[in-house]
């Protein structure tokens, strides 16, 4: 553990662990208040992969262009030496993401599914503004804090888009954007697609792009034909349905920005 880390922090229970890095619950020493250190390895991210270690690189810098803002996890602190990377951001409750929450209680009313969906939108139209793509948008990665309040998170396979065209497959199987497979140049609407998946997951109970492998999951994105059957959609509002369409639309020119989906009616209209 760095020195520095351990000069201001006093690192406490492990609280997580993801491909690269374990997460610790750490107590300020000098506010006595409680944060989380994603610590990471540099030592498992082996040498020849320039993709890992660019996810390495991206984290802090992107959380730093992005922060502060209420939905998306905060850095408070970075340290680094030749071997570790501590970075410490604001805590939330272990366990309590959104994945948990759909396994847990999902599928959700449409109001509970708009109270996160807005602010994960939030988020996204700030990220955006700043020329930022998330780029693994997905349950996971939603989590929530004390106040049950949204804070998007991990920001390891993020880019900027104005500094260089995007291209290469990143994200996850379910919530990867169809142009992404396709191996076209693609933006920030990547993310909205992903948003998209992530909504209609909390209304349905699964996901819209489905397949036994992860082979038959990217076939089924790259067909791109949004179904939404009745069993479950049928107490669901047209005015839902309608954003779905407009979000989970494989035309990128057709599918919405982040701020137009802040301003859908289904957005606007609810309570
Ligand atoms: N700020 C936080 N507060 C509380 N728990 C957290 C926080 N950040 C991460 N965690 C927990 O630690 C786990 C791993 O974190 P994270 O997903 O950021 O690591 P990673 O190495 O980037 O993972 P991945 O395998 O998704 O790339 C998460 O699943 C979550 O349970």
């Known amino acids: 553990m760095t020195e520095a880390l351990k000069k201001s922090y006093d690192v406490c229970e492990e609280i997580g662990r993801g491909r690269f890095g374990v997460v610790f619950r750490c107590v300020s020493l000098i ?20 993709l890992d270690s660019q996810c390495l690189d991206n984290e802090p810098k992107i959380l730093n262009l992005v922060s502060p803002h209420p939905n998306i996890i905060r850095l408070h602190n970075l340290y680094e030496d030749d071997f570790h990377l501590h970075m410490v951001l604001d805590l939330c409750p272990p366990s309590k993401d959104l ?16 109270h996160i969906f807005t602010q994960l939108v939030n988020a996204l139209v700030h990220m955006h503004v700043l020329g930022v ?19 998007l998170t991990d920001f390891g396979s993020a880019g900027v888009v104005a500094m260089e065209p995007m291209r290469g497959v990143v994200g996850t199987p379910y919530y990867v954007a169809p142009e992404i497979l396709a191996g076209r140049e693609y933006g920030e609407k990547v993310d909205v697609w992903s948003c998209g998946v992530v909504l209609y997951i909390m209304l349905a109970g699964f996901p819209p792009f489905d397949g036994e492998t992860a082979v038959e999951i990217f076939e089924a994105v790259l067909r791109g034909n949004l179904r939404l059957p009745v069993r479950a959609f049928q107490s ?29 009616p289904w957005i606007t209209g609810g309570s």
């Open 133 to 151: 793509v998330h780029r693994d948008i997905k349950p996971e990665n939603v989590l929530f804090d004390s106040r049950n309040s949204v804070k």
């Open 99 to 114: 994945y948990n929450l759909i396994i847990d209680d999902g599928p959700f009313p449409e109001a509970q599914a708009r």
């Open 236 to 264: 669901v509002s047209p005015a839902v349905k309608d954003l779905l369409r407009k979000m989970l639309c494989k035309d990128v020119s057709r599918r919405l920005p982040a701020e137009q989906v802040l301003r859908h």
């Open 31 to 50: 506010s006595g208040e409680s944060f989380a250190v994603k610590s990471i390895d540099k030592r498992r991210i082996s040498a020849g992969d320039s």
